[in-house]
């Protein structure tokens, strides 16, 4: 059978009856409070970090019954920066393949969330901490070691013993005098990434009082628990994509043979399970990674984070974890529209803005607070802002059907000083081209020319000169550039950038077909894990499209001109032709572009050269990629594709 694309703004409906089955199991109880210590393998840096009540390294006189020097105990480590551990380095959770992933099942399996260290490669997750022994301590002292309320949970500690690791403590836990003669080595991991600073920013300390002799002691360590990176302009390691094992195999291996003929070594991955999925793999997960600095090495965990959207097949994702692979979903309340879709969130390369430097890059997002059709959920906004380096860049998507920044803006390689640019969609350039086929007396070729049979020909499109007499068809193409103007008006004076960082490429949009509705009140945009689920296939196949789908609930909810129709900018401008801004960048100045289909003159694709020039100028090889398959469910290769980038050396946000 052929692939069924599920439109950007109709998704797939198909029963939802799934496999039953345990993937994996954990130890649920909790050690014992009080463990068997053992003298320390790991030699840490001996900074003094706090004294009683000191909690930024600060040193504060203590009450007579304390240690007054503070140099009795001490809590040392290496690094401050504590890993989310969601990764699954022993493989215990590894979903066989076809089968179908259970969000019930397969999202509280991973390293984090059991209460033992799996392995050795997991331990090289674990935060080191020494306290070093003390030589001379009262044979009756006793200690007690715990973490702030906010961190209980949230946070989990273990103790080296010889070459192995206790379970978990149980917070706060009772150390032996024997283990404080000793010495102690503990190993810190987080359990979850940072979902929301306003709840649990990520801070904590390790607090350590000690009793002896009626004297008491104490030391205190400020940790961090990593924040995520968001990926940019970091070298391509692999295309990933999900595919339905009801697809031909041309459809279920694309874009493989088209990444070939462009000349690029990077491999394509994709999970294929016998069930229904949504074909739009950019909407399903953003890409971030942590990391951290310990005994000479970077260690570090990818992490995929799951849109706070209803989509089918999106936890397929979690076949992907593994060593060092970690996978996370957002859910909860007022979200489930096109807007928290992954394609309406992109990252961008390093850069310098008034002789400041900007490692990490910056996320640029598409959310606004005039329209109610253009807000992202503020779950998904509090994610990124409580990990960003940098408060997000919001764009207005709201004149948008899908609403997504990856349309009109994306991050492409140039050679310039920083090594990357924009391209951005240009909607004047395409009616100018339109303008001179038809002064050629070519304007007799419709928008979109297909020759001969193809199985996705558009149903109709418009001929040249009668889209460029049709008022409503140049109107949308004026607010189109318009509203893309705006945006980059803000890019410029967020980053300091001028006209020369923009590569403007010729699209031409149009009114939607049928408009974007959004309205999160019918379900109250409720994200559930399990929503996300594969959907099994009927025995008669798939069923047909769901009209709630992408970006299709409810009511645009901005007035109507006289026709009945919403307003030309209200979420309902779509692009009447492959819009050659949502690419696929392949690394080394390779990238697919989505075929023209435009109209000629002189036996060349108008669209298509112009395309080609402007990247040529900027050391771009551009191979133009058939996607009409997606082009006419309302999206292109960016969208029906993502990427593993490579985890930088030293990762900017988590310098040591």
């Given at each position: 059978?052929?692939?069924?694309?599920?439109?950007?703004?109709?998704?797939?409906?198909?029963?939802?009856?799934?496999?039953?089955?345990?993937?994996?199991?954990?130890?649920?109880?909790?050690?014992?409070?009080?463990?068997?210590?053992?003298?320390?393998?790991?030699?840490?840096?001996?900074?003094?970090?706090?004294?009683?009540?000191?909690?930024?390294?600060?040193?504060?006189?203590?009450?007579?019954?304390?240690d007054d020097k503070g140099q009795r105990v001490r809590l040392t480590s290496e690094t401050k920066t504590v890993l989310p551990n969601v990764d699954d380095d022993s493989g215990r959770c590894v979903i066989p393949a076809k089968n179908i992933a259970e969000f019930k099942k397969v999202s509280i399996c991973h390293d984090g969330a059991d209460n033992v260290v799996n392995g050795a490669e997991d331990a090289k997750d674990l935060t080191l901490?020494?306290?070093?022994?003390?030589?001379?301590?009262?044979?009756?002292?006793?200690?007690?070691?715990?973490?702030?309320?906010?961190?209980?949970?949230?946070?989990?500690?273990?103790?080296?013993?010889?070459?192995?690791?206790?379970?978990?403590?149980?917070?706060?836990?009772?150390?032996?005098?024997?283990q404080l003669k000793a010495g102690v080595t503990f190993g810190v991991e987080a359990t979850d990434v940072i979902r929301d600073a306003k709840v649990f920013d990520g801070k904590f300390s390790l607090d350590l009082k000690v009793d002896e002799g009626g004297k008491s002691s104490k030391a205190s360590l400020e940790l961090q628990v990593a924040k995520l990176t968001p990926f940019s302009t970091q070298k391509v390691e692999q295309v990933v994509?999900?595919?339905?094992?009801?697809?031909?195999?041309?459809?279920?291996?694309?874009?493989?043979?088209?990444?070939?003929?462009?000349?690029?070594?990077?491999?394509?991955?994709?999970?294929?399970?016998?069930?229904?999925?949504?074909?739009?793999?950019?909407?399903?997960?953003?890409?971030?990674?942590?990391?951290?600095?310990?005994?000479?090495?970077?260690?570090?965990?990818?992490?995929?984070?799951?849109?706070?959207?209803?989509?089918?097949?999106?936890?397929?994702?979690?076949?992907?974890?593994?060593?060092?692979?970690?996978?996370?979903?957002?859910?909860?309340?007022?979200?489930?529209?096109?807007?928290?879709?992954?394609?309406?969130?992109?990252?961008?390369?390093?850069?310098?803005?008034?002789?400041?430097?900007?490692?990490?890059?910056?996320?640029?997002?598409?959310?606004?607070?005039?329209?109610?059709?253009?807000?992202?959920?503020?779950?998904?906004?509090?994610?990124?802002?409580?990990?960003?380096?940098?408060?997000?860049?919001?764009?207005?998507?709201?004149?948008?059907?899908?609403?997504?920044?990856?349309?009109?803006?994306?991050?492409?390689?140039?050679?310039?000083?920083?090594?990357?640019?924009?391209?951005?969609?240009?909607?004047?350039?395409?009616?100018?081209?339109?303008?001179?086929?038809?002064?050629?007396?070519?304007?007799?070729?419709?928008?979109?020319?297909?020759?001969?049979?193809?199985?996705?020909?558009?149903?109709?499109?418009?001929?040249?000169?009668?889209?460029?007499?049709?008022?409503?068809?140049?109107?949308?193409?004026?607010?189109?550039?318009?509203?893309?103007?705006?945006?980059?008006?803000?890019?410029?004076?967020?980053?300091?950038?001028?006209?020369?960082?923009?590569?403007?490429?010729?699209?031409?949009?149009?009114?939607?077909?049928?408009?974007?509705?959004?309205?999160?009140?019918?379900?109250?945009?409720?994200?559930?894990?399990?929503?996300?689920?594969?959907?099994?296939?009927?025995?008669?196949?798939?069923?047909?499209?769901?009209?709630?789908?992408?970006?299709?609930?409810?009511?645009?909810?901005?007035?109507?001109?006289?026709?009945?129709?919403?307003?030309?900018?209200?979420?309902?401008?779509?692009?009447?032709?492959?819009?050659?801004?949502?690419?696929?960048?392949?690394?080394?100045?390779?990238?697919?572009?989505?075929?023209?289909?435009?109209?000629?003159?002189?036996?060349?694709?108008?669209?298509?050269?112009?395309?080609?020039?402007?990247?040529?100028?900027?050391?771009?090889?551009?191979?133009f990629v058939d996607t009409l398959h997606l082009h006419t469910a309302g999206g292109e290769i960016h969208c029906g594709t993502n990427v593993f980038r490579k985890i930088p050396v030293e990762a900017p946000a988590q310098k040591k």
């Amino acid at each position: 059978m052929s692939l069924t694309v599920l439109s950007r703004r109709r998704r797939l409906a198909l029963a939802a009856a799934l496999t039953a089955g345990s993937l994996c199991a954990f130890p649920l109880g909790a050690s014992a409070a009080t463990v068997s210590g053992a003298p320390s393998s790991f030699s840490a840096e001996a900074s003094r970090e706090g004294t009683p009540e000191a909690v930024k390294g600060g040193e504060k006189k203590s009450d007579k019954k304390s240690d007054d020097k503070g140099q009795r105990v001490r809590l040392t480590s290496e690094t401050k920066t504590v890993l989310p551990n969601v990764d699954d380095d022993s493989g215990r959770c590894v979903i066989p393949a076809k089968n179908i992933a259970e969000f019930k099942k397969v999202s509280i399996c991973h390293d984090g969330a059991d209460n033992v260290v799996n392995g050795a490669e997991d331990a090289k997750d674990l935060t080191l901490v020494t306290l070093p022994a003390i030589k001379d301590v009262d044979g009756k002292a006793t200690a007690t070691l715990s973490v702030p309320d906010k961190a209980k949970g949230k946070v989990r500690v273990f103790v080296k013993e010889g070459d192995k690791w206790s379970a978990g403590l149980t917070l706060p836990a009772k150390l032996t005098s024997a283990q404080l003669k000793a010495g102690v080595t503990f190993g810190v991991e987080a359990t979850d990434v940072i979902r929301d600073a306003k709840v649990f920013d990520g801070k904590f300390s390790l607090d350590l009082k000690v009793d002896e002799g009626g004297k008491s002691s104490k030391a205190s360590l400020e940790l961090q628990v990593a924040k995520l990176t968001p990926f940019s302009t970091q070298k391509v390691e692999q295309v990933v994509t999900l595919s339905s094992s009801d697809s031909s195999d041309k459809d279920r291996v694309w874009p493989r043979e088209e990444m070939k003929q462009s000349g690029s070594k990077v491999p394509l991955k994709t999970r294929t399970v016998n069930a229904g999925i949504d074909t739009w793999n950019q909407d399903h997960f953003e890409g971030m990674y942590a990391s951290m600095t310990q005994g000479g090495q970077q260690q570090n965990i990818r992490v995929l984070a799951l849109a706070h959207y209803n989509i089918a097949g999106k936890n397929e994702w979690y076949g992907f974890r593994g060593k060092d692979v970690g996978v996370i979903a957002l859910t909860g309340s007022n979200g489930d529209t096109s807007l928290e879709g992954m394609g309406n969130v992109e990252g961008i390369g390093a850069y310098t803005k008034d002789g400041k430097k900007h490692p990490a890059g910056r996320l640029i997002m598409g959310h606004t607070e005039k329209h109610n059709h253009g807000q992202m959920s503020q779950v998904q906004r509090s994610f990124f802002e409580s990990n960003a380096a940098q408060k997000p860049i919001y764009l207005d998507t709201s004149f948008l059907t899908v609403g997504h920044v990856d349309e009109f803006i994306q991050v492409i390689p140039a050679k310039n000083e920083r090594g990357w640019m924009f391209a951005v969609a240009h909607p004047k350039a395409g009616v100018e081209l339109l303008k001179k086929v038809d002064g050629a007396g070519k304007g007799d070729q419709t928008l979109i020319t297909v020759s001969g049979e193809h199985r996705d020909k558009p149903k109709s499109s418009a001929k040249v000169k009668d889209a460029l007499k049709d008022a409503d068809f140049l109107k949308a193409n004026e607010i189109g550039q318009q509203r893309i103007d705006a945006n980059v008006e803000i890019l410029k004076k967020e980053l300091g950038f001028n006209d020369s960082d923009f590569m403007k490429l010729p699209i031409v949009m149009k009114r939607a077909d049928k408009e974007a509705e959004l309205d999160r009140s019918k379900s109250k945009g409720t994200v559930e894990g399990p929503k996300s689920d594969a959907e099994p296939f009927k025995d008669e196949g798939p069923g047909g499209d769901d009209l709630d789908g992408r970006g299709g609930k409810g009511k645009p909810g901005s007035g109507r001109d006289k026709s009945g129709q919403a307003v030309l900018g209200t979420r309902n401008l779509d692009f009447a032709m492959p819009d050659a801004v949502n690419a696929l960048n392949l690394g080394d100045g390779r990238i697919l572009v989505p075929q023209q289909f435009g109209p000629k003159l002189d036996g060349k694709d108008v669209f298509a050269e112009a395309v080609k020039a402007e990247h040529a100028k900027h050391g771009g090889k551009v191979t133009f990629v058939d996607t009409l398959h997606l082009h006419t469910a309302g999206g292109e290769i960016h969208c029906g594709t993502n990427v593993f980038r490579k985890i930088p050396v030293e990762a900017p946000a988590q310098k040591k």
